[in-house]
C-alpha cells in the first residue's frame, strides 16, 4: 500500500508540490475578486442590518449614466497616469544617464537621488502641503522673494494636478533612474563605440542606439510607473482628500470614499471592478507593447 | 467553593478599599458614594465600550475607570480608536450582530439617524425613570435642556451628551481697535468689517472659516440659518435651493473669497485655528472648542488678544448647530443595565466636574456654573457660549439623514464652486438634486 501512496506522489510529484501555493494564491486572490464582482450586483451599506439586497447592474447603470463623480474621476486618473509616467520615466532616463558616468563621488550621488523614494509617503505628503500652504508655505516665500507671483499650489482646482504631479514626480523618479540606470549598465559597449568611430553625435547615438536597446526596460519601468499612478492614493488623500471639491478625486480615493466614509460596500465593489479591469487592460497593453517588435 | 472564598475575599477587600479611599479623601465624597441606591447591583458583570479618542475618553475617563469598578463591581473594557477607524470598527462589529459591544459613542449630528435606523441604540428613557437602576443624584434635568436634544435622535432619547460645542466669532480685539471697528452685531456688519480689516498687501486677511468641502458644511450653517433657512423641511426633504440657503451660501463664499486667504478651499478647521493662532486673519468663525489653543501662549501668538462673540444676526436671528458626541447603549447588548451604569456614572455630577476643570466643556449646568469651570477661561467666550445655547439648532451641523458623509460632500462641492466664483444659485440647486437623491436612496 505505502509503496503505492508513495509512487503515486512520485508521478504527480509536479502537481503536489506547486498546489499549496496556487491553492494559497487562489484563495487570496480569486475568492476576494469573485466576491467583490458578486458584491457589485448587489446594494449594501456596511451599517445595514439588513443583508445585501440583489439589483443586478443598476450600480454599474448608476455609476456610468449618471454618477457625477465618476467620470471626473476617471478623468483626473488618467491625466494624472499620462502626467506622472511621461515625467517618472523621462526624468528618470536623464538622471541616469548623468550617474552612469564617472565622476568623484558618484556612490554618493547616487544614494542621495534614491533618498525620497525611501521616504514614507505619507510624511512627505505632510511636508509638501506645509510647504505648498499659500499664506504660511515656504514655497510662495520663495517665489516671492525673487518677485514671482505665488500660487495656489494644491489649493485651487486649476493647479491642483500639476502640483500633486510635482509631489508624485520627485517621490518617484529616483525609481526610474535605478531601473534605468540597471538597463544602462547592460547595454553591450561595442556598437556605441563603433558609432563613436563613425563620428555619430551623442544625440544621434541617444536616438538610434541607447533608445532603442533600452526599450523594454523603458517600458518595464513604465509598466511599473503606470500601475502605481493609476492607483495613487497617499499623497493625494493626505493632501488634498480629492479636492478642492472634487478636482483631485482619482478613482481609487473615490473608492476609498465610497466604501469606507459612505459604507456603500455594493457601489464600491462595482467601482472597484471597473478600476480593476482599467488597471488590467493597461497592464496587457504595456505587456504587449514590450513583446511586439520595434 | 474555592472560587466562592476567593470571590467573597476579594469582595470584602474591596469594600475595605472604598471603605477606607471614601473616608481618607477630604473635600468631595467620591462619585456616587450615596446612601439609597444600590451601586453594587450589578457587581460581576462586565461591560464593554468603542469610543472615539477625545480629552474626555483619554484622559477624564480611562484614568478613573479603577473608581467605577471599585464602586460597582463591574469591570470596563474601554477601546479608543481614532474617529475614522471608530466608526468602521463599530460599524464591523454592530453588523456581525455578536453582542459584545454593551456601549459606544456616537457624533449624533453625524451617526444618529444612521444609528437609529440600523437599530444600535438602545433608548435610555425607560432606565432614567426607574429608580431602581438610576440613582436619585444623577438629576438628567441639571442638563441644559437644549443639549439634552443633542441626544435625542427622531423623539428618541438615545443617550447622554458629553462635551457640547456651538460657534462663536473670534476676533483680534487690538486690530479692531486700531483699524477702529465695532463688533458686528449683523451679517451686514459682518462683511463690511471683513472688508475693512482685510490688507492683502501684508497677507493679512479680514475672516476666515472652513473653505473645505465636508468640512465646511458646518461652518455654512449659521450662514443659511441667520437668513431664516434650514436643511431640511418637516418631510425630511433638502432646502438647499430655498432663497435664503442660496443667500447664506452666497454670502459665505463670497466672504471667504474676497476677505479670506489664499487657498481658502484647502482650509479645515485646523488651518482655521493656524490662521488665526498666527495672526494671518482678523476674525474667524468656527467651534467654540478652540477657545484653549487660542489662548495658550506656546501654541498661539494672540493668547490674550482675542475676543469672542455671538454668530451676527440675520434677518432670521441668529442661530448655530449645537453638536455634541453622545454615550450609548448598544441594542446589541446583554448587560444594558450594567451599561446604563456605566453611562450614570461617565455622566454624573462629580464626573462631569472633574471634566470642567480639565477646561472640557460641559453640558450640566451645576458643572458649568462652578467656579472651577468659570475661573481661567475667558468671560467673554463664557458669556458668548452661554447667549448662544438657548438660540442654537441640535445636531444641525448638516442636514440630519441617513448618509451624512455624501451628503456633506454633495453640499461641501457647492461651497467649494462658490467660492471658486461659481454662481451660488446654481450650485445650490445642484445640491439640492443630490441630496434628494442621496435621501431617496437611503432612507
Given amino acids: ?294 | 467553593m474555592a472560587t466562592w472564598t476567593r470571590r467573597i475575599a476579594l469582595g470584602g477587600m474591596a469594600a475595605v478599599l472604598v471603605a477606607f479611599l471614601g473616608w481618607s479623601v477630604s473635600g468631595p465624597p467620591p462619585v456616587g458614594a450615596q446612601a439609597g441606591f444600590d451601586w453594587k447591583r450589578y457587581s460581576g458583570k462586565q461591560v464593554r465600550f468603542l469610543v472615539n479618542s477625545h480629552d474626555w475618553t483619554n484622559e477624564i475617563i480611562r484614568p478613573a475607570i479603577p473608581e467605577f469598578e471599585q464602586l460597582t463591581g463591574i469591570k470596563v473594557a474601554w477601546e479608543i480608536f481614532p474617529e475614522d477607524q471608530f466608526r468602521q470598527k463599530l460599524a464591523v462589529e454592530m453588523v456581525s450582530g455578536s453582542g459584545s459591544v454593551d456601549g459606544f459613542m456616537s457624533l449624533t449630528s453625524w451617526d444618529g439617524l444612521r444609528f437609529l435606523k440600523a437599530g444600535w441604540y438602545e433608548p435610555i428613557q425607560k432606565y432614567l425613570s426607574n429608580p431602581a437602576v438610576t440613582s436619585p443624584q444623577f438629576a438628567f434635568d441639571d442638563f441644559f435642556p437644549n443639549t439634552r436634544q443633542i441626544a435625542t435622535v427622531d423623539g428618541h432619547l438615545i443617550g447622554v451628551p458629553l462635551y457640547p460645542e456651538v460657534q462663536l466669532l473670534y476676533y483680534r480685539k487690538d486690530v479692531f481697535k486700531t483699524k477702529n471697528v465695532a463688533v458686528p452685531q449683523t451679517m451686514e456688519e459682518w462683511e463690511a468689517a471683513a472688508k475693512k480689516l482685510t490688507d492683502k498687501s501684508n497677507n493679512f486677511y479680514g475672516y476666515v472659516s472652513r473653505g473645505k468641502r465636508s468640512a465646511a458644511v458646518y461652518t455654512l450653517a449659521p450662514y443659511i440659518f441667520n437668513f431664516g433657512g434650514q436643511w431640511l423641511d418637516k418631510d425630511h426633504q433638502p432646502l438647499l435651493s430655498s432663497p435664503a440657503a442660496v443667500k447664506g451660501l452666497e454670502t459665505y463664499g463670497r466672504m471667504l473669497r474676497e476677505y479670506g486667504p489664499p487657498g481658502v478651499v484647502n482650509v479645515h478647521t485646523y488651518e482655521v485655528v493656524d490662521l488665526m493662532s498666527q495672526g494671518r486673519v482678523a476674525m474667524a468663525s468656527d467651534s467654540s472648542n478652540w477657545v484653549s489653543s487660542f489662548e495658550n501662549p506656546t501654541k498661539s501668538k494672540v493668547a490674550g488678544l482675542l475676543g469672542y462673540a455671538r454668530i451676527p444676526r440675520g434677518p432670521g436671528g441668529s442661530h448655530t448647530p449645537l453638536i455634541s458626541w453622545a454615550i450609548s447603549i448598544s441594542a446589541q447588548s446583554k448587560n444594558k443595565e450594567a451599561a446604563w451604569y456605566f453611562l450614570q456614572w461617565a455622566a454624573s455630577r462629580e464626573m462631569v466636574l472633574r471634566q470642567a476643570k480639565a477646561k472640557i466643556p460641559v453640558a450640566r449646568k451645576s458643572a458649568w456654573e462652578s467656579p472651577e469651570f468659570q475661573s481661567g477661561l475667558p468671560k467673554e467666550w463664557l458669556s458668548a457660549f452661554q447667549a448662544t445655547l438657548p438660540d442654537s439648532y441640535p445636531n444641525q451641523a448638516n442636514p440630519v439623514v441617513v448618509a451624512v458623509p455624501e451628503t456633506r460632500d454633495a453640499i461641501g462641492a457647492a461651497i467649494v464652486a462658490v467660492i471658486e466664483g461659481q454662481d451660488a444659485k446654481d450650485a445650490a440647486e445642484r445640491a439640492q438634486k443630490s441630496v434628494a437623491e442621496i435621501i431617496k436612496k437611503t432612507q
Fill in chain 1, 1 to 294: 500500500m505505502a509503496g503505492g501512496v508513495e509512487r503515486w506522489v512520485e508521478r504527480h510529484l509536479r502537481w503536489i508540490l506547486p498546489a499549496p501555493a496556487v491553492i494559497a494564491m487562489a484563495l487570496l486572490l480569486v475568492v476576494p475578486l469573485v466576491y467583490t464582482a458578486y458584491l457589485s450586483l448587489h446594494e449594501w451599506y456596511a451599517s445595514s442590518v439588513l443583508g445585501p439586497r440583489l439589483v443586478w447592474l443598476d450600480n454599474y447603470a448608476q455609476l456610468f449614466l449618471r454618477d457625477e463623480r465618476f467620470w471626473p474621476a476617471f478623468r483626473v486618473t488618467l491625466v494624472f497616469t499620462v502626467g506622472a509616467v511621461a515625467l517618472t520615466v523621462t526624468l528618470g532616463l536623464g538622471i541616469a544617464h548623468l550617474l552612469i558616468r564617472n565622476f568623484p563621488g558618484r556612490g554618493l550621488a547616487r544614494t542621495l537621488v534614491l533618498l525620497p523614494m525611501i521616504a514614507t509617503p505619507v510624511a512627505m505628503a505632510l511636508v509638501w502641503m506645509t510647504m505648498m500652504s499659500p499664506t504660511i508655505g515656504v514655497l510662495n516665500y520663495v517665489l516671492r522673494s525673487v518677485g514671482l507671483a505665488g500660487s495656489a499650489w494644491v489649493s485651487s482646482p486649476r493647479s491642483v494636478i500639476p502640483s500633486l504631479l510635482l509631489v508624485e514626480t520627485w517621490m518617484w523618479t529616483p525609481m526610474t533612474a535605478l531601473i534605468c540606470l540597471a538597463g544602462l549598465a547592460t547595454l553591450p559597449s561595442e556598437p556605441f563605440e563603433s558609432a563613436r568611430v563613425d563620428g555619430a553625435s551623442g544625440w544621434q547615438i541617444f536616438w538610434h542606439l541607447t533608445l532603442p536597446f533600452m526599450r523594454s526596460t523603458l517600458v518595464v519601468a513604465a509598466l511599473f510607473r503606470t500601475i502605481d499612478a493609476l492607483k495613487v492614493f497617499d499623497i493625494v488623500y493626505v493632501m488634498t482628500e480629492g479636492g478642492p471639491g472634487f478636482a483631485s478625486e482619482t478613482l481609487n480615493l473615490y473608492v476609498f470614499q465610497t466604501s469606507f466614509k459612505y459604507l456603500n460596500l455594493g457601489y464600491a465593489s462595482a467601482l472597484i471592478v471597473v478600476f480593476f479591469t482599467l488597471i488590467l487592460g493597461a497592464s496587457m497593453l504595456l505587456i504587449q507593447v514590450r513583446r511586439s517588435p520595434p
